[in-house]
C-alpha cells in the first residue's frame, strides 16, 4: 500500500519542520514573494526544501507536492499561515481573502 499511517505521519512531519523552518526564517531559500496574487509580504513555499529536516524513523517523504501559503508580521514576530495547498491547485482561487491582493489602483 502506498498511503497509509506511515505516510501520514512522514506527511505530517514534513508539514510541522516546514512550518517550523518559515517561521525560524520567514525568507528562506525556497520561499517567494508573489505581489502579482497576493498582499505584500504573502509568501509561498514548497515544502520539498523542508525534506532533509524532517527525516524520521520511518522515512521520508519522496515526493512532497505542496506548498505554504503565508505571511509574517514584523509588529508581532508571528507567521500566519493561510493554507497548505497541493501544487497542481490554482493558487488564485484558493487564496484567502484576507491574503489576496486588491483590485489595481485599491490599497494593499
Known amino acids: 500500500m502506498r498511503f497509509g499511517p506511515d505516510a501520514r505521519l512522514r506527511y505530517e512531519a514534513l508539514i510541522v519542520q516546514a512550518i517550523r523552518d518559515i517561521e525560524s526564517e520567514p525568507t528562506r ?56 495547498l497541493h501544487d497542481s491547485r490554482d493558487l488564485y482561487r484558493h487564496i484567502p481573502e484576507d491574503f489576496r491582493r486588491g483590485e489595481p489602483g485599491s490599497p494593499e
Open 29 to 84: 531559500h525556497g520561499s517567494f514573494e508573489r505581489p502579482e496574487l497576493m498582499k505584500k509580504g504573502v509568501r509561498t513555499y514548497h515544502i520539498r526544501f523542508s525534506r532533509d529536516r524532517a527525516r524520521i524513523a520511518i522515512g521520508v517523504v519522496h515526493d512532497p507536492r505542496h506548498f505554504v501559503l503565508y505571511r509574517h508580521r514584523e509588529d508581532g514576530n508571528v507567521t500566519e499561515i493561510g493554507r497548505i
